[in-house]
């Protein structure tokens, strides 16, 4: 079993910046991908970013150049660097890990954008 725990979240105003961290810890093998989710009230759970072992990278448009999924595999954590931070990016934040093809998931933090 892997454990997530995240956090960092808050309150910010439009066009400011917010860090989340993210722990893995338990029986870690090899993490194939680390990264992060959202979810709005009342919609779907959808990607953000993820990044691989290998540091590909992959990101919702929504992010591109905002957003940056930096990994420290050494340390076992993820984080999501958010820039420019817009109204639309307030949601609930989960960080995400895979580790033979099985996912895992923190309990979330809340990141609410608003002046």
């Known amino acids: 079993q892997v454990q997530l725990v995240e956090s960092g979240g808050g309150l910010m105003q439009p066009g400011g910046s917010l860090r989340l961290s993210c722990a893995a810890s338990?029986?870690?093998?090899?993490?194939?991908?680390m990264g992060w989710y959202r979810q709005a009230s009342g919609k779907q759970r959808e990607l953000v970013a993820t990044?691989?072992?290998?540091?590909?990278?992959t990101y919702a448009d929504s992010v591109k150049g905002r957003f940056a999924v930096p990994r420290d595999n050494a340390k076992k954590m993820v984080y999501l660097q958010m820039n420019s931070l817009k109204p639309e990016d307030t949601a609930v934040y989960y960080c995400?890990?895979?580790?033979?093809?099985?996912?895992?998931w923190g309990q979330g933090t809340q990141v609410t954008v608003s002046s």
């Open positions: 995400y890990a895979k580790q033979d093809w099985q996912p895992y």
């Open positions: 338990g029986t870690i093998f090899r993490l194939d991908a």
């Open positions: 990044v691989t072992s290998g540091g590909t990278t």
